[in-house]
C-alpha cells in the first residue's frame, strides 16, 4: 500500500520509504533567513528549526496549526526486582489520570495547543476508558533480569503501532509531533537499552528516576547488569537489543520516530526514555535522525550520553525529569517562535539598513 | 516619596528599598508544589521559578498577565575605533524600525504577549517618534580608548532613568519584565565592563558581536586593554567601572535590574549586554540578585562567564546573538507554563495514587 492512505504501513515498509530532507527548499529558506533584519544568523537554533522543518516537509513555509504528543504507556516486569521507587500499579492510575485531565502533560499540552494521544501498549491492567487507545500487546514485558522483556515479533508489532499511530495523525492533519511516556521501571528498560547501544557503564546510565535512595539506585546498575548477562544482547542489532531489554512504550515510540521519519512529520524527543526509543530508531534507520528534534535535557543523567551519541543537545535546559511527554509540550512553543520570526519579522529592503557583514 | 507613589525613586533610595525575599510564601508554594501529581521537584526549574516570582511578589499565585520589554538604546564613542562589523547609523535604524514593527523583537514579543517600551537614552541622532521614550542622557558615549564613556553623574542619571521606567510599570500593572538593548558597539563595552567586573581576560570576554572577522576581533580585544589601560576604573566600585567603560544603554538596563527588585518585580536577563548590566547591579548591591531571571545562553562568549559570575545558568540554549530582548521574550513562555502547571495540575488527593517517594 502506498504511504498516502496512512495509518497502516508495515515495519520494513516503513524503513523503506524514510528519504531524505528537501535540500532544495532548505536553501532557499536559508536564504531568506539571511535577509531579514537581523545579523546573520543571529536568531541562532531557532533558524536551524525553519530549515529543518522546511526540510522535512517539504514547504517553503512550514505551517505548524495541529500539534499532537503520543504518550505510550506499559508496565515493565522488572518492577519485579524493586527498581523503581513506586508501585507498579501507578502506570495504571496514571494512565487512568490522563484522562481526568489533571497530570502535567494535560496541562501542559493544553497550554501549548496541543491534543494528546494515551496509548495503552502494555499496561498491567483493564484500562476501559473511551480516551485510551487500546493497542495492548501483553499486560507487560517480562523481567529482563531473568529473560527477554519480549519477542522480536512483539517488537516489531509495538514499533509497527507507533507507525500506524503517526499514518493516523498525518491523515488527521497533525504537523508537529512530540512523545511521552508512563511505564513504573521504564528508567531501567531505558538505561538497559542505552548502555549496550551507546557502550557507556550502567553506573552512567543509570539514575534515580522518579525518586530512588542510594541503595535503591545500586540495586538498579545491579539489575542491568545482571539483564544484560543474562539476556546477551546484539549491540549490533538494535531490534534484538529493544526486544530483550526495551519495554512497549520505548518499541512503540521507537516506531513513532521511524512512523514521523517514514510520513515525513517532525517529531520531538521528551526525556530520558523517549530519547532511548529515538536511539533505537535511529540505530534502525539511520536517516530517521532528520526528522527527529531534541527538547529539553532530562535531570536523568543517562540522557546527556544519549544526546551525545545523537549528536543532539537540548533547547531547554530545566531540569524536568517527570516523563508523560511534559518537555516536548514546554518546545513547541520554541518552535512556535522560530516560525512567527522567519515569516514575519521585515526584510533588509524593509528595515531601511544595509545587511550586516557576515561572520568570517 | 514611597516607592507606592512609582515612578520617580532615587537612585540611593531604590537601593535602601531593596527587600528580602518573602520566605513565609515561598514555604507555601513548595508545599503545594509537592502535593501535585508528579513525583517530586520532578517540574525541575520551573518549580524554582514560580517559588522565586512568588517570593518576590508575596502572593501564593502570582499572576503574570501583563508583560514587558524594555529596550534602551544608545551609541558608542567606542565605534570610532572600529570595533563593530556595521556602521553606527544602524542604532538609529533599528531603533527607528522597533516602531516599524519588522525587527526580531517586535514579532516575538508580540507573540509572548509582551508589549515592548523603546527609550532612547543616548541615540546619537535626533530621534522624533511619539512611541519612543525620550530619555537621552547624550547623544552617545565618549570613546573608552581614550576617555570615560560618561561622567559618574551620568551613569548615575541613566541607572535613575531605568528605575523610574520600572515604577511606572508597576504602575500599568506589568508583572514580567524583560530587557534588550540596541546599540552599535555595545558588546565592546560589556565586554569591557565583564572583563574589570569578573577579572577574566579581554580574550574570554569579548567575541565577534554582530560579526566581526578575527582581524577585527583583535582590533576589539586591543581596544578593551587600552580602555582599561587608559581608565583605570576601580573594580570595588561599580559605578566608577560603569561610567568609564559602560554604555548609556547597559546603565540604563542596570537601572532597570535595581528599580526591578525595589519595585518588588521579576525582571529577565537577555544576552550578553543584557547579563553586563545585571552584574553591575548586583555588584551595586548583592540582594537585587533575588529578582532577576535568566533567559537564554547567548551566543556571545563571554555571556558563559558573565552566567557564573552571576551564578545563573540559561533556561534556554538556542545560540541566539540578536539582542533587543528576543531571547528575553521566548523565555516568557517559560514562566506561562511554570504557573499553568503550578495552578491546574491535580494533587495527589484527585490522582488516587500515593505522593512518590522522595529523594534521598
Known amino acids: 500500500m502506498s504511504i498516502d492512505d496512512g495509518g497502516n504501513m508495515r515495519f520494513e515498509e516503513a524503513l523503506n520509504t524514510v528519504g531524505k530532507l528537501d535540500n532544495g527548499i532548505m536553501g532557499k529558506v536559508q536564504k531568506r533567513l539571511d535577509s531579514l533584519t537581523k545579523p546573520l544568523g543571529s536568531l541562532g537554533r531557532l533558524e536551524d528549526m525553519v530549515i529543518q522543518l522546511a526540510g522535512i516537509t517539504g514547504e517553503m513555509f512550514p505551517k505548524i496549526d495541529k500539534k499532537a504528543i503520543v504518550i505510550m504507556c506499559a508496565d515493565n516486569g522488572v518492577t519485579d526486582e524493586g527498581v523503581s521507587s513506586c508501585p507498579k500499579s501507578v502506570t495504571a492510575s496514571v494512565t487512568r489520570n490522563f484522562m481526568k485531565g489533571i497530570t502535567g502533560i494535560n496541562v501542559l499540552s493544553a497550554q501549548a495547543g496541543a491534543d494528546i494521544f494515551v496509548v495503552d501498549i502494555g499496561v498491567d491492567d483493564d484500562i476501559s476508558s473511551s480516551g485510551i487507545l487500546n493497542k495492548k500487546i501483553r499486560k507487560g514485558t517480562g523481567n529482563i533480569a531473568i529473560g527477554p522483556a519480549m519477542t522480536r515479533s512483539e517488537a516489531i508489532k509495538a514499533m509497527e503501532t507507533g507507525i500506524e499511530l503517526i499514518g493516523e495523525l ?6 508537529l509531533l512530540g512523545t511521552g511516556e508512563m511505564g513504573v521501571g521504564n528508567t531501567t528498560t531505558s538505561s538497559a537499552v542505552s548502555v549496550v547501544l551507546t557502550k557507556n557503564d550502567p553506573e552512567i546510565m543509570a539514575g534515580r528516576g522518579a525518586g530512588l535512595t542510594t ?19 546484539d549491540y549490533s542489532d538494535p531490534v534484538d537489543v529493544l526486544s530483550k531489554l526495551g519495554g512497549f512504550d520505548i518499541a512503540g515510540l521507537a516506531g513513532c520516530f521511524l512512523g514521523a521519519a517514514a510520513y515525513r512529520l517532525p517529531i520531538l524527543i521528551d526525556g530520558f526514555i523517549s530519547a532511548a526509543a529515538a536511539l533505537v530508531a535511529v540505530k534502525i534507520k539511520p536517516e530517521v535522525k532528520n526528522y527527529i528534534f531534541p527538547s529539553h535535557g532530562s535531570a536523568e543523567p543517562g540522557n546527556t550520553k544519549l544526546m ?22 514546554v518546545a513547541f512553543h520554541l518552535f512556535d517562535a522560530a516560525l512567527v520570526a522567519y515569516n514575519r519579522m521585515g526584510t533588509f529592503d524593509d528595515a531601511d539598513i544595509e545587511q550586516y557583514e557576515h561572520l568570517e
Chains 1, 2 share one sequence.
Not at 551519541?309 to 516523563?323: A, D, H, K, S, V
Request: glycine content about 12%.
Open 215 to 233: 541503595t535503591g539506585l545500586e540495586n538498579k546498575i545491579n539489575v542491568i547488569k545482571k539483564a544484560i548477562e543474562v539476556n546477551k544482547p
Open 170 to 175: 498525518k491523515n488527521k492533519g497533525y504537523n
Open 308 to 329: 551525545e551519541e545523537l549528536n543532539m543537545e537540548p533547547y531547554l535546559n530545566l531540569g524536568m525529569r517527570l516523563g508523560e511527554g511534559t518537555g516536548a509540550a
